[in-house]
């Protein structure tokens, strides 16, 4: 994909290598698949849809900063395409970001809090005071 | 070391104005809330800190040294 990014300055990059993202070879055959019943143009020996499977998460956040790594060799005006039918091609969206706090919720199964005393000895330095161990006072919402 | 968020607004606004003087050794005896997030294989992939409350500033011991004459 990069190869093929790099070399494809002006011109829309077909992404059907990067096929073996299990994620996005998933999604991208039941949106297929939709948009063709909605159409009508449905293929007659086509008798089911995909079947779904949960995603992993670790697979997903892999796959996502795959794509996303691949994406980067474009230029402005450089486009990449999952999948073309008859109906459109479906491009990536190269702006997409994903937050450091989604990721965090992606990967998090459990949250545990507690609350308690302790007693933090102060430090402080040339900029701000510091508590090893413990505390850095800042404001709140920082 | 790690980051805590004080929220006890009333203290922080005191410590801010030099009201609340915190010296080099010199201790906080807080409330503090900790919540520790666990992934699908029971490793720790974030923890949060937060003091909800300043209870008292613990003076630091202050050794004088003795004049040599």
Redesign the interface.
């Known amino acids: 994909m990069q190869k093929l990014a790099s070399q494809a300055h002006g011109k829309t990059v077909s992404a059907s290598v990067i096929i073996n993202h299990a994620g996005v070879k998933f999604i991208g055959m039941v949106a297929i698949a939709l948009a063709m019943l909605a159409s009508g143009s449905m293929p007659p020996n086509i008798k089911v849809l995909p079947a779904y499977a949960a995603l992993e998460?670790p697979t997903l956040l892999s796959d996502i900063n795959s794509i996303k790594g691949d994406l980067e060799w474009l230029e402005n005006n450089n486009v990449a395409t999952t999948f073309k039918s008859p109906l459109g091609a479906s491009e990536y969206n190269t702006a997409l970001t994903v937050s450091e706090d989604v990721v965090?919720e992606l990967?998090?199964?459990?949250?545990?809090?507690?609350?308690?005393?302790?007693?933090?000895?102060?430090?402080?330095t040339k900029l701000s005071?510091?508590?090893?161990?413990?505390?850095?006072?800042?404001?709140?919402?920082? | 070391?790690?980051?805590?968020?004080?929220?006890h607004?009333e203290w922080?606004n005191r410590?801010q104005n030099n009201q609340e003087p915190?010296?080099?050794?010199?201790?906080?005896?807080?409330?503090?809330?900790?919540?520790?997030?666990?992934?699908?294989d029971?490793k720790i992939?974030?923890t949060d800190?937060e003091?909800?409350q300043v209870?008292e500033v613990?003076r630091?011991l202050r050794l004088v040294q003795d004049s040599m004459l």
């Open positions: 998460a965090r990967i998090t199964r459990e949250t545990i809090a507690s609350v308690g005393e302790r007693i933090f000895k102060s430090q402080k005071w510091q508590f090893p161990m413990v505390v850095q006072i800042r404001r709140p919402h920082d | 070391m790690i980051e805590a968020k004080v929220l607004g922080l410590f915190v010296f080099p050794g010199d201790s906080l005896r807080v409330i503090l809330r900790d919540e520790v997030s666990y992934d699908y029971n992939v974030h800190h003091v909800e209870v613990i630091g």
